[in-house]
Nanobody, 123 residues
């Protein structure tokens, strides 16, 4: 079992950058794939990025490809989502999620979730 805590959200102007962190505790983080999701008011939750347990495979949705980068540091039990060239439509609550798996990130159904962190992009 793993517990996840996101941090790093906030208010940023369009075109700016934010880096989110997802700190894990509990089980060995190195065995978990990590996904990043977001949910804006009135919209469905969207899977925007994922990274496998080793950091060797990533997934990005078309809406963030080329702007967001998922990474991880297993020595710190932390995953990151670097978000660049932010747009107002990126405004949402961002969640990290994890699952003990070796599957590639595009195929994972995550079962552990953090509490979310708000990202607001002003125009």
């Amino acid at each position: 079992q793993v517990q996840l805590v996101e941090s790093g959200g906030g208010l940023v102007q369009a075109g700016g950058s934010i880096r989110l962190s997802c700190a894990a505790s509990g089980s060995s983080f190195a065995g978990y794939g990590v996904g990043w999701f977001r949910q804006a008011p009135g919209k469905e939750r969207e899977y925007v990025a994922g990274i496998n347990w080793a950091g060797t495979m990533t997934y990005y949705s078309d809406s963030v490809k080329g702007r967001f980068t998922a990474s991880r540091d297993n020595t710190k039990s932390t995953a990151y989502l670097q978000m660049n060239s932010l747009k107002p439509e990126d405004t949402a609550i961002y969640y990290c999620a994890a699952k003990a798996t070796i599957l590639p990130p595009a195929a994972v159904e995550y079962n552990y979730w953090g509490q979310g962190t708000q990202v607001t992009v002003s125009s």
